[in-house]
């Protein structure tokens, strides 16, 4: 399995911001996908994920009702839309999945490179 994360860039506060990650080869109905990211000086947290074949989906706490997790299936891509964002929220992004999904964390059986996000004061 391959993962290639996309999207990133420069925002300000408030503003939306979309990022991808391409899934190639094979996710099974036990897998899960989501996203994790790191700041600078910081350790790598949690963000998001969503099981492979459902739609349940799990958030840290700063991204409730403000980020949203989503799978295309057609397309094998997942999505986190990201609205109001915050310079907090700077970070790279990482995309990750598991092959055997304990939700709602994310192992990281399987790691894209990451995409960075920074959010202007």
């Known amino acids: 399995v391959q993962l290639q994360a996309s999207g990133g860039g420069l925002v300000q506060t408030g503003d939306s911001l979309r990022i991808s990650c391409a899934v190639s080869?094979?996710?099974?109905?036990?897998?899960?996908i989501g996203w994790l990211r790191q700041a600078p000086g910081k350790e790598r947290e949690f963000v998001a994920s969503?099981?492979?074949?459902?739609?349940?989906?799990y958030y840290t706490d700063s991204a409730k009702g403000r980020f949203t997790i989503a799978k295309d299936n057609a397309k094998n891509t997942v999505i986190l839309q990201m609205n109001s964002l915050k310079p907090e929220d700077t970070a790279v992004y990482f995309c990750?999945?598991?092959?055997?999904?304990?939700?709602?964390?994310?192992?990281?059986?399987?790691w894209g490179q990451g995409t960075l996000v920074t959010v202007s004061s």
């Open positions: 990750a999945a598991d092959r055997y999904f304990r939700a709602p964390y994310l192992q990281g059986d399987y």
């Open positions: 969503i099981r492979w074949n459902d739609p349940r989906t």
């Open positions: 080869g094979r996710l099974y109905s036990s897998s899960g």
